[in-house]
C-alpha cells in the first residue's frame, strides 16, 4: 500500500492511477488529519507526501511520522512546487528519504518510489531448500550433499530444485520437459532419464533421494 498526500485532486488522481496501474495498491488523502486516522488503521509502504498541504503542512506531518516509534519506519517521499535547495534540505534533514520537484512525470514518480523500496525495505534471508543431508541455497546458487559442495549443470540445477520445492510429489517425464525444458522444446523424454541419471552420481549417496516411480516419472524424498 502507498499512501499519497496530495490536495490538489486531479494530481492526486493521476499520482494513484499511476500507482496502480504499476501493480502498487494505492489510497489518497487530501490533508493529514484523514491521513493520519488511515495511518492508525493501515501502516503503508511508503508515503508520497506534498509539503504544501491546508492545514498541517508535510514538514509538520513528516516530523510526526519520524517522532512516532510505530510509524518512524516507513520511508516517505516529499513533493513539492517549492523546488528549492532549503526545502529539499530542509526535508531531507528532517527524514524524508527521497525529494520530487513539481512537476514531475509519473514514470518518474514510480521509478524513485520503487528505487526507495529496494533501499529501505529489509532484505529477505538467503533462500533455502533441503531435504535430509541434500540442501540448496537459491542466492548463492550453491547446493551440498552430505556437506560436500557439488557443481551442477543448469537444468541439473534447475531439476533438483523443483524436486526440493515439492518433496514427496511424482513428476511424470512429460512434466518435467515442459518444466525445465520448455513446452517449445523437441527432445524426447529420454533427456529427463540422461539428467536424472548425472544428477543422482553428483549428488553420491544424496542421489539415493531421487526415487523412479515405475511406469510414471521421479520423485524426491529422503531415504529411510
Given at each position: 500500500m502507498i499512501?499519497?498526500?496530495e490536495d490538489d485532486s486531479s494530481i492526486r488522481e493521476l499520482m494513484l492511477y499511476a500507482l496502480r496501474a504499476s501493480g502498487f495498491t494505492a489510497e489518497g488523502f487530501a490533508e493529514g488529519t484523514a491521513f493520519f486516522e488511515a495511518l492508525g488503521r493501515e501502516q503503508p509502504r511508503l508515503i508520497l507526501l506534498d509539503i504544501m498541504?491546508?492545514?498541517?503542512?508535510?514538514?509538520?506531518i513528516l516530523k510526526k511520522i519520524r517522532m512516532n516509534p510505530t510509524t518512524?519506519?516507513?520511508?516517505?517521499?516529499l513533493a513539492s512546487a517549492k523546488g528549492t535547495e532549503y526545502d529539499k534540505v530542509l526535508g531531507l534533514d528532517l527524514g524524508a528519504d527521497d525529494y520530487l520537484a513539481k512537476p514531475f512525470?509519473?514514470?518518474?514518480?514510480?521509478?524513485?518510489?520503487?528505487?526507495v523500496l529496494r533501499r529501505t525495505e529489509p532484505r529477505q534471508d538467503a533462500r533455502s531448500l533441503s531435504v535430509g543431508s541434500l540442501r540448496m541455497d537459491d542466492d548463492s546458487h550453491t547446493v551440498t550433499a552430505d556437506g560436500k559442495r557439488i557443481t551442477l549443470t543448469l537444468k541439473e540445477y534447475e531439476l533438483l530444485k523443483l524436486f526440493l520445492e515439492h518433496p514427496g510429489r511424482v513428476f511424470s517425464r512429460d512434466q518435467l520437459l515442459e518444466k525445465i525444458w520448455g513446452t517449445d522444446y523437441l527432445g524426447e523424454t529420454r533427456t529427463v532419464d540422461v539428467h536424472i541419471g548425472t544428477l543422482r552420481t553428483k549428488l553420491g549417496p544424496c542421489g539415493d533421494y531421487i526415487r523412479t516411480v515405475r511406469g510414471v516419472g521421479y520423485r524426491l524424498e529422503e531415504r529411510l
Amino acid at each position: 500500500m502507498i499512501y499519497c498526500v496530495e490536495d490538489d485532486s486531479s494530481i492526486r488522481e493521476l499520482m494513484l492511477y499511476a500507482l496502480r496501474a504499476s501493480g502498487f495498491t494505492a489510497e489518497g488523502f487530501a490533508e493529514g488529519t484523514a491521513f493520519f486516522e488511515a495511518l492508525g488503521r493501515e501502516q503503508p509502504r511508503l508515503i508520497l507526501l506534498d509539503i504544501m498541504l491546508p492545514g498541517m503542512d508535510g514538514i509538520e506531518i513528516l516530523k510526526k511520522i519520524r517522532m512516532n516509534p510505530t510509524t518512524a519506519h516507513i520511508p516517505v517521499i516529499l513533493a513539492s512546487a517549492k523546488g528549492t535547495e532549503y526545502d529539499k534540505v530542509l526535508g531531507l534533514d528532517l527524514g524524508a528519504d527521497d525529494y520530487l520537484a513539481k512537476p514531475f512525470g509519473m514514470m518518474e514518480m514510480v521509478s524513485r518510489i520503487r528505487a526507495v523500496l529496494r533501499r529501505t525495505e529489509p532484505r529477505q534471508d538467503a533462500r533455502s531448500l533441503s531435504v535430509g543431508s541434500l540442501r540448496m541455497d537459491d542466492d548463492s546458487h550453491t547446493v551440498t550433499a552430505d556437506g560436500k559442495r557439488i557443481t551442477l549443470t543448469l537444468k541439473e540445477y534447475e531439476l533438483l530444485k523443483l524436486f526440493l520445492e515439492h518433496p514427496g510429489r511424482v513428476f511424470s517425464r512429460d512434466q518435467l520437459l515442459e518444466k525445465i525444458w520448455g513446452t517449445d522444446y523437441l527432445g524426447e523424454t529420454r533427456t529427463v532419464d540422461v539428467h536424472i541419471g548425472t544428477l543422482r552420481t553428483k549428488l553420491g549417496p544424496c542421489g539415493d533421494y531421487i526415487r523412479t516411480v515405475r511406469g510414471v516419472g521421479y520423485r524426491l524424498e529422503e531415504r529411510l
